[in-house]
T-cell receptor
Framework: GESVGLHLPTLSVQEGDNSIINCAYSNSASDYFIWYKQESGKGPQFIIDIRSNMDKRQGQRVTVLLNKTVKHLSLQIAATQPGDSAVYFCAENPNTDKLIFGTGTRLQVFP | EPEVTQTPSHQVTQMGQEVILRCVPISNHLYFYWYRQILGQKVEFLVSFYNNEISEKSEIFDDQFSVERPDGSNFTLKIRSTKLEDSAMYFC????????????FGDGTRLSIL
């Protein structure tokens, strides 16, 4: 049936702490994964990506971990700042043109 | 930094009317996409477009939808006879290559069907 509006899981963290956002993906054939940040009224903004031949990739203040055995992806944000408050989506690319998005996690940063 | 731009930011249309949503992808990108996001729900793939033809479409992208690249810069999504359930945010995205590349998104058009 159709979802009438998903209740987003929310992660609340204190400014300066590290955040970990988790995602389970569905398709074993997926070989490319992306994390996006979506602020209110804006489109998804690319944060970091990882290919299936890697299990970890680091960017500036962000790290993505990939566990293909259990089809799990995580995004770690170091020293979380108020500007990091947004909804975070993982997306998988199952060897086709499209991205399949997860349901999203709302990150709230409080002082 | 180059970005995908979408117009209008908000479109209000009567049910049954046609609507055209416009996008200007990043200039050296070759692959173009439309997604939609119903309020509070996931971002859902609609269609991908390359070399002036549809390369993949979802089951949502039925006969009332069409896409076009009318010139070298614009990429449009037309909804022929809008329904209430078409109300959503519509996002355009583009990439330089087809797979294993991050898709870059515009800020969307909010479509409200009355």
């Amino acid at each position: 049936g159709e979802s009438v509006g998903l209740h987003l899981p929310t992660l609340s963290v204190q400014e300066g702490d590290n955040s970990i956002i988790n995602c389970a993906y569905s398709n074993s054939a997926s070989d490319y994964f992306i994390w996006y940040k979506q602020e209110s009224g804006k489109g998804p903004q690319f944060i970091i990506d990882i290919r299936s031949n890697m299990d970890k990739r680091q960017g500036q203040r962000v790290t993505v971990l990939l566990n293909k055995t259990v089809k799990h992806l995580s995004l770690q944000i170091a020293a979380t700042q108020p500007g990091d408050s947004a909804v975070y989506f993982c997306a998988e690319n199952p060897n086709t043109d499209k991205l399949i998005f997860g349901t999203g996690t709302r990150l709230q940063v409080f002082p | 930094e180059p970005e995908v731009t979408q117009t209008p930011s908000h479109q209000v249309t009567q049910m049954g009317q046609e609507v055209i949503l416009r996008c200007v992808p990043i200039s050296n990108h070759l692959y173009f996409y439309w997604y939609r996001q119903i309020l509070g729900q996931k971002v859902e793939f609609l269609v991908s477009f390359y070399n002036n033809e549809i390369s993949e479409k979802s089951e949502i992208f039925d006969d009332q939808f069409s896409v076009e690249r009318p010139d070298g810069s614009n990429f449009t999504l037309k909804i022929r006879s809008t329904k209430l359930e078409d109300s959503a945010m519509y996002f355009c995205a583009s990439t330089r290559d087809s797979q294993n590349q991050p898709q870059h998104f515009g800020d969307g058009t909010r479509l409200s069907i009355l």
